[in-house]
C-alpha cells in the first residue's frame, strides 16, 4: 500500500493505489477508496462535503432562487395614455384608475403561483406611484384618491397579507426631471431610492433598469439628453444604499450585482444557461457579457431572470385584449426559464380600473391547473436506487436524497468521481413527460452535461440530455412507459452534489 499524501490543513487527497482504508493525521481523518480518492471525514466519523466548485451563491441569492416565479406590475401614467414610454410631459391628472383593487392584482398573483410582485414605483416619464417628497410629479397630484393615494403603499401592503414578498422597479432614466444628466439628479434618484428603501417593509428585490434613450421633456426642455451609463449614476455608491438599508434585497441590473437580465424580453434563457459571468466593469444598459448563456466558470455568480409580458406591452393597452398570452405559450416559457435555471418575471399591467383584466385571469388560471396538475405528484417516489458511487459510502450522501423533497440534502460522489450513474427502478411502469433535476447550489454549479436513458424493450435508449442544471432544470421529452431509467453524469468541472431529481407526467 503506497503513502497517502496529506497536505497541511488536511485538505488532499491523493492515493489512487488505496484499497479502502481510514488513516488519522494531525486530527484528521481520512477515507480514501481505490481510484476514487479520499475524502476529509468529520469527528463523527462521517464524510465531510465536498469542496464548493467556482463562484457560489449568498444567502440573498439562495432565497432569490428559491422564488423561483414571481411577477412585474406595469402600471403608471402610460395606462392611460396608451404608451409604453412616457415622455415625461404628462399630466398627473391623467392618472386615475378607476376601480383600484390591490387585492384583486395581487390575489391573481398569488392564485398564479408567484411568489412575489415588483411594482413600477417610477417608469421612465417619472411620475411617481408613491407621494414623494421630492416631486410634485406623482399621485399627490392626481385625482385619485383625492390625492391622498398611495399604490406602493397599496401594493407592498397587499403583498404582505396574501403572504409574497414585494419589490420595486426605480426608472434610473427619468424624462420629467429637470436635472436629468446632470449632478444634481443623483441626488434626487437617492432619495427617492431611500424613500421607497424606508418606508414600504421589506424588499425583495430593487430592479435598475438599463434602458436610457436620450430624449424628453426634462422639465419644459424637451431635448435630448445623452449620459454616460457607466459613469453617471455612480453604481456602487447608489447600490450601497441598498445594501445598507436592505441587505436582503436582490438587486437586478443587466448585469447584477445580485442578478441579471437574460438578455431578450421574452422570457427565454440560453441552453446552457450558467448562473455565473464575467461582467468586467459592466453597469446596467451596456452588456457586454453573454446575458443569455452566461459564462463558466465566471467571475462572479449573477443568475439570470426571465422577465416577459403576459401580453405585447409591458402596460396596458385594451387593443391587446386578445393578445394575451395562452396557458401553453405560457408553459413553454416556464420551461425555458424556470426549467433552465433562471427565475421567471412574469409581466401582469393592471388596466385602467386598476385591475388585471379578465383574458389575462383566465390564462394564468390555466397555466397554474396545469403547472400544478404535472407537479402533483413525482413519479419517481419509491423507486429503488442504485449509484455507481456515493460519496464515502455514506447515506447522508446517497441517492435516496434526491427523492426526499429536501433541496437542502444531496447525492455526492467521492472527489475524484466525475461522471457517476444512477440507476432507478420504479415500483412499477410509470409514464413520463418531464424530468427534474436540482443541484445543491450552495457547492456552486458542478455540471456540465448529463444525459438520462429509459429501458425500453430490453434495452437502454437514451431520452433526453442538457447541459446546466443549477437551481432547476426541466426538459419535456415525449411520454415515456417504463420500469427503468438511468442518469448519466457525462461531465463535470466537479464531483457532482444533485439535490432533487423528478419523473412528471404533463397532462
Ligand atoms: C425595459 C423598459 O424600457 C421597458 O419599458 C420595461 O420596463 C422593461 C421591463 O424594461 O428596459
Redesign the pocket.
Same mark, same amino acid.
Given at each position: 500500500m503506497r503513502k497517502a499524501l496529506i497536505t497541511a490543513g488536511g485538505g488532499t487527497i491523493l492515493g489512487p493505489m488505496f484499497k479502502r482504508s481510514t488513516l488519522l493525521s494531525v486530527g484528521t481523518a481520512l477515507s480514501c477508496f481505490a481510484l476514487t480518492g479520499c475524502i476529509r471525514l468529520n469527528g463523527a466519523g462521517r464524510p465531510m462535503p465536498p469542496t464548493p466548485y467556482g463562484q457560489v451563491p449568498s444567502a440573498r441569492q439562495l432565497r432569490w432562487h428559491a422564488m423561483e416565479f414571481y411577477g412585474?406590475l #406595469?402600471f403608471t401614467v402610460n395606462t392611460f395614455t396608451d404608451k409604453?414610454?412616457g415622455y415625461g410631459d404628462e399630466a398627473e391628472s391623467v392618472f386615475n384608475p378607476t376601480d383600484f383593487d390591490a387585492d384583486q392584482i395581487v390575489g391573481v398573483a398569488k392564485e398564479a403561483g408567484m411568489a412575489g410582485l415588483i411594482l413600477?414605483a417610477k #417608469?421612465?416619464d417619472g411620475f411617481c406611484l408613491w407621494p414623494s417628497a421630492y416631486t410634485e410629479h406623482s399621485v399627490k397630484n392626481s385625482p385619485w384618491q383625492d390625492g391622498k393615494g398611495d399604490v406602493v403603499r397599496e401594493i407592498g401592503a397587499a403583498c404582505r397579507r396574501h403572504g409574497l414578498k414585494f419589490g420595486v422597479?426605480l426608472?434610473p432614466w427619468d424624462r420629467n426631471y429637470p436635472e436629468y444628466g446632470r449632478e444634481a439628479y443623483l441626488t434626487y434618484y437617492r432619495n427617492q431610492l431611500r424613500e421607497l428603501l424606508t418606508n414600504y417593509g421589506d424588499l425583495f428585490t430593487v430592479w435598475f433598469?438599463?434602458?436610457n434613450g436620450g430624449d424628453g421633456y426634462y422639465g419644459g426642455a424637451r431635448e435630448t439628453r445623452r449620459i454616460d451609463n457607466r459613469t453617471y449614476y455612480d453604481w456602487n455608491n447608489t447600490w450601497q444604499i441598498v445594501r445598507d438599508l436592505q441587505p436582503f434585497a436582490c438587486m437586478f441590473s443587466d448585469v447584477g450585482p445580485d442578478f441579471r437580465w437574460v438578455g431578450n424580453?421574452r422570457g427565454i434563457a440560453g441552453e446552457p444557461c450558467w448562473a455565473t459571468l464575467s461582467p468586467g466593469d459592466g453597469a446596467p444598459g451596456n452588456t457586454q457579457a453573454n446575458l443569455n448563456q452566461g459564462e463558466r466558470p465566471g467571475t462572479h455568480w449573477i443568475p439570470a431572470e426571465c422577465?416577459v409580458s403576459i401580453r405585447p406591452g409591458?402596460f396596458y393597452h385594451a387593443g391587446q385584449d386578445d393578445q394575451v398570452k395562452t396557458p401553453a405559450q405560457l408553459l413553454d416559457i416556464y420551461y425555458a426559464s424556470v426549467g433552465r435555471g433562471c427565475c421567471l418575471n412574469l409581466?401582469l399591467p393592471p388596466d385602467r380600473r386598476g385591475r388585471i383584466h379578465d383574458n389575462d385571469v383566465a390564462s394564468l388560471r390555466e397555466f397554474r391547473r396545469l403547472l400544478d396538475a404535472t407537479f402533483a405528484e413525482n413519479l419517481a417516489a419509491g423507486a429503488r436506487l442504485t449509484a455507481s458511487n456515493v460519496r464515502g459510502k455514506n447515506r447522508n450522501f446517497g441517492p435516496g436524497r434526491l427523492l426526499d423533497g429536501d433541496r437542502t440534502t444531496y447525492w455526492a460522489t467521492d472527489d475524484f468521481v466525475f461522471t457517476p450513474e444512477l440507476a432507478l427502478e420504479l415500483p412499477a411502469a410509470r409514464t413520463f413527460n418531464v424530468i427534474e433535476l436540482r443541484e445543491h447550489l450552495p457547492l456552486g454549479q458542478r455540471v456540465d452535461a448529463f444525459a438520462i436513458d429509459a429501458r425500453i424493450d430490453g434495452a437502454w435508449k437514451e431520452i433526453a440530455k442538457g447541459t446546466s442544471i443549477g437551481n432547476r432544470r426541466l426538459l419535456r421529452v415525449d411520454p415515456v412507459a417504463t420500469t427503468q431509467v438511468r442518469l448519466r453524469i457525462t461531465q463535470a468541472a466537479a464531483c457532482p452534489a444533485l439535490a432533487e431529481f423528478g419523473l412528471y407526467r404533463e397532462p
Open positions: 412585474f #406595469h409604453e414610454w413600477t #417608469h421612465h422597479y426608472s433598469d438599463g434602458a424580453e422577465d409591458w409581466n
